[in-house]
């Protein structure tokens, strides 16, 4: 197995251990163009269930403080945590996927 797949297949599993940073950093650092592409592919990837976690604490945290409404808050926050919930699931299946493909050699 070459190095630039062994960087390509960190970057994707870093989901599972050190999510955003780790493929910014193989992003900025490593010189391989096929590496560069696939760790972007994973920083934006990441930045989702990043931004929807960050999102929804805003949104919780103002509705909360503004309204005071407990029945309008649960039915927010257990809203966002579905949507939160099935693009995790999605982002997971497919960031298995791609490591299967990297691995075989079908990307």
Do not use: C, Q
């Not at 391989?32 to 990043?50: G, M």
Request: charged share 15%; aromatic share 14%.
């Amino acid at each position: 197995m070459n190095k630039d797949k062994i960087w390509v297949i960190l970057s994707y599993a870093s989901h599972f251990f050190l999510p955003v940073i780790f493929p910014a950093l193989v992003w900025i650092f490593v010189k391989s163009d096929y590496v560069k592409r696939h760790a972007k592919t994973v920083f934006l990837v990441d930045l989702v269930p990043t931004a929807l976690n960050i999102l929804f604490l805003i949104i919780i945290g103002l509705y909360g403080f503004s309204t005071g409404d407990e029945s309008g808050m649960t039915f927010i926050a257990l809203f966002m945590l579905g949507l939160i919930l099935v693009i995790n699931i999605v982002i997971f299946i497919w960031i298995i996927v791609r490591i299967v493909k990297v691995a075989v050699n079908k990307i």
